[in-house]
């Protein structure tokens, strides 16, 4: 508790005077400060209120997010520790021939976060400008020829373009090289 002066304290007794509001109005007024909910409170709400589709794409990401942080409250991580769990996660992945390098699945955390956070404002557990999911972004996506190269560092095609056809100058005439119209077109 801060350390305040008497005349301070005179000065705010006098002010609760002329307002004719006693201290015990002013506490007994107060609102309870609203308590954020941890991530393992907040989830499973969420969760219920959305859609199945979007239940199932962000649910698998849900409970990795209740296991690390689940007796976290909402307005507890920052930026840059979601991030740092976002590569946790990449390490536990399983991977797939068809992998990405974790990116389709940090892309779909990213938003799975983002859900929580937006009910959360929209609930009023958080600020909107305290929302750390909406400062993270998203990692980039390849393109199809993205992808190959970086996931097999393979060019994009194995197969050698045709060589130029060329005729050699000694059997070219120029007759040749004038475009003949074509015999139907001559006819008519």
């Known amino acids: 508790m801060t350390q305040t002066n008497s005349a301070d304290i005179e000065a705010a007794r006098l002010l609760l005077a002329r307002l004719g509001v006693s201290v015990t109005d002013l506490l ?38 209740v296991e690390h942080w689940g007796q976290r409250h909402l307005d507890e991580p920052t930026p840059t520790e979601i ?5 946790t996660l990449k390490t536990a992945l399983i991977v797939r021939r068809n992998a ?8 779909h955390f990213i938003a799975a976060l983002r859900c929580i956070y937006t009910n959360a404002e929209n609930d009023g557990l958080i600020n909107p400008g305290s929302n750390p999911a909406i400062k993270v972004a998203k990692p980039r996506r390849f393109t199809s020829t ?8 393979s060019p994009k095609s194995t197969r050698s373009p045709p060589p130029p056809e060329t005729t050699p100058p000694s059997t070219a005439s120029s007759s040749d090289s004038t475009p003949k119209p074509p015999a139907d077109a001559a006819a008519h």
Do not use: C, M
């Open 28 to 65: 007994a007024t107060a609102a309870p400060p609203t308590a954020v909910p941890t991530f393992a409170e907040y989830v499973p709400i969420v969760s219920a209120a959305v859609g199945a589709g979007t239940r199932r794409v962000y649910s698998s990401y849900w409970n990795r997010l």
């Open 83 to 87: 991030r740092q769990l976002t590569e």
């Open 100 to 107: 990405r390098g974790g990116r389709s699945a940090t892309e």
């Open 146 to 153: 993205d992808k190959q190269s970086q996931t097999h560092n």
